[in-house]
């Protein structure tokens, strides 16, 4: 294995399909989760989760409606930050939801939380590596 760090310049040349395949992820993963919440809230009460979630879900439909012609979401503007910020501010709400409650329901929400937790930290480098004709 070697243990060289990523060239993130590499990234530049193929940064369209990349920001792509991310969107693709983010949004398999976010109709997952809301599958999942949506079967879990009848029978949760859990306002703090259920704004979180909203607010993720509101986020990445606007960031997915504003896209461009050729379908890449926009990550020059504030948008793809505020849905980081979000996503990561559920993590305590979520772990405690799984905490509460250990069936295999709300493992397959919370896990799909921590996946687009995860990539966040995709969305964020994406952003910082935009090449300036996108």
């Not at 919440?37 to 960031?63: C, F, H, M, T």
Request: glycine content about 4%; proline content about 2%; hydrophobic content about 35%.
């Amino acid at each position: 294995m070697s243990e060289q760090g990523v060239d993130l310049s590499q990234i530049r040349g193929d940064w369209k399909f990349h920001i792509d395949y991310l969107t693709n992820a983010v949004t398999q993963t976010m109709k997952r989760q809301m599958k999942c919440w949506g079967e879990l809230s009848a029978s949760v009460d859990n306002a703090g989760i259920e704004q979180a979630v909203a607010r993720q879900k509101a986020l990445w439909d606007e960031l997915i409606a504003n896209a461009n012609d050729k379908g890449t979401i926009p990550t020059a503007d504030s948008k793809v930050d505020a849905f980081v910020v979000v996503c990561r501010e559920a993590k305590p709400l979520c772990d405690e939801f799984q905490d509460s409650d250990d069936s295999e329901l709300v493992e397959e929400f919370t896990d799909a939380c921590r996946q687009i937790r995860a990539l966040c930290d995709d969305l964020e480098m994406m952003r910082d590596q935009r090449p300036d004709d996108q």
